[in-house]
């Protein structure tokens, strides 16, 4: 059969269940989505499968017996992860104790014995569900200027990130990127040409991000971004570049070339939570901004 013409917007699908039929349909469901296949788990190992997941994730439960252990596995789990969405295969009736679960709008359910086309519907409403999800998210993290992320959707984004380079996993560094003199330029030149010199800024940043980096406007002239997996040696290298790109670019109103500065504070010290580290790269850059113009530090 070939794919479905929807995509699933999921990145990683789980199964618990003890029933291989339930197990068969969901795998056969996933291969007409165009996915490669399913992960089973245990009511007990769901804490190990989302470990560090920053995706969407769809989970299908088999509550046939064992409700309340079951509940009191999906609670906590629904709490400490908005992206999951859990679809319970339950008896005939519906148990009491899994009402509040529906109107969390994170749980849907069907009704055992599992038919495909019954499994299949009710997946595909808690797709598009998802993809709406993904949409409004989508518009309402993103900075209307530069259209980058906005800090509270960097530090929701980067959160996973810097737990896994708590645990030693990853490598990460923060650099905050600060427009010198944008006041300035809005007071002599106007609100719309500082705007330009902001974006041209996002636009740079922009251009050298690599696929594992995140970018954000952080405050009015500053940007943030956070390196995955770069080299310690390359750190400064990378950043000196940066400068030396904002500085190279024209920046003009009208036939006024435009005196644009930069200061850029950066760390690699995890600090004790990634509002520290976040900190401690404030106080890099206000170390900069002390010693003239267009100043690298990183501490």
């Known amino acids: 059969m070939p794919p479905h013409k929807a995509r699933l917007s999921f990145e990683q699908v789980t199964v618990v269940t003890k029933e291989k039929s339930t197990l068969s349909c969901v795998q056969e469901i996933a291969v007409q989505f165009g996915m490669d296949g399913v992960d089973v788990a245990s009511l007990n190992a769901i804490p190990e499968e989302l470990d560090g997941a920053t995706g969407a994730h769809l989970m299908i439960v088999e509550v046939l017996e064992n409700e309340e252990t079951a509940l009191k596995a999906l609670i906590p789990l629904l709490a400490e992860n908005n992206n999951l969405q859990i679809l319970l295969i339950v008896g005939e009736s519906f148990p009491e104790q899994f009402d509040f679960l529906v109107s969390t709008g994170q749980v849907d359910f069907c009704q055992a014995p599992v038919h495909k086309d019954d499994l299949q519907a009710r997946i595909e409403v808690m797709n598009a569900r998802n993809l709406l999800a993904e949409q409004k998210i989508e518009v309402s993290d993103k900075d209307p200027l530069t259209e980058l992320l906005t800090r509270q959707a960097f530090i929701s984004r980067i959160n996973p990130i810097y737990s896994s380079a708590q ?60 390196t995955v997996n770069m080299r310690p040696t390359h750190i400064e290298t990378y950043l000196d570049d940066l400068m030396l790109f904002f500085l190279s670019k024209g920046y003009q109103a009208g036939l006024v070339t435009l005196e644009v500065k930069a200061a850029i504070g950066a760390t690699q010290e995890l600090g004790e939570d990634i509002d520290n580290m976040l900190s401690i790269a404030e106080q890099a850059l206000e170390k900069s901004r002390s010693s003239g113009d267009n100043v690298v530090t990183i501490q």
């Open 167 to 226: 645990r030693g996993q990853v490598e990460i560094a923060v650099a905050i990127i600060s427009v010198e003199g944008l006041d300035d330029i809005n007071r002599r030149f106007g609100q719309r040409v500082g705007d330009r010199v902001m974006k041209s800024f996002a636009e740079i940043l922009s251009g050298r991000l690599r696929d594992t980096d995140y970018l954000c406007r952080y405050s009015g002239r500053c940007l943030a971004l956070m």
